[in-house]
């Protein structure tokens, strides 16, 4: 079955850096799009970054542009996304997905706090 790991995340001062690793399992990593989202309490899940299935091309949503990349190493069916000159605003619970044979599929989360 398809499961999704999230790790990285954690407390941070703003202006600090983070990665986050999604390690992906039960499918074939390399022919799917990825995609990081988050959410903060009271407030809907939102895309962050998405890259497509050979990793050529990405998108970013505009509050992250310029300070997040994502990308992917299909060597080790995992995805990344690094975060620089994080903001309190970036605070949120960051999800990993892939749509997988029909099927939308989550990690369970990992949580970015920054805070001074």
């Known amino acids: 079955q398809v499961q999704l790991v999230e790790s990285g995340g954690g407390l941070v001062q703003p202006g600090g850096s983070l990665r986050l690793s999604c390690a992906a399992s039960g499918f074939t990593f390399s022919t799917y799009g990825m995609a990081w989202y988050r959410q903060a309490p009271g407030k809907e899940r939102e895309l962050v970054a998405y890259?497509?299935?050979?990793?050529?091309?990405?998108d970013y949503a505009d509050s992250v542009k310029g300070r997040f990349t994502i990308s992917r190493d299909n060597a080790k069916n995992t995805v990344y996304l690094q975060m620089n000159s994080l903001k309190p605003e970036d605070t949120a619970r960051y999800y990993c997905n892939a749509r997988v044979r029909g099927g939308d599929y989550w990690g369970q989360g990992t949580q970015v706090t920054v805070s001074s």
């Open positions: 890259i497509s299935m050979p990793g050529r091309s990405t």
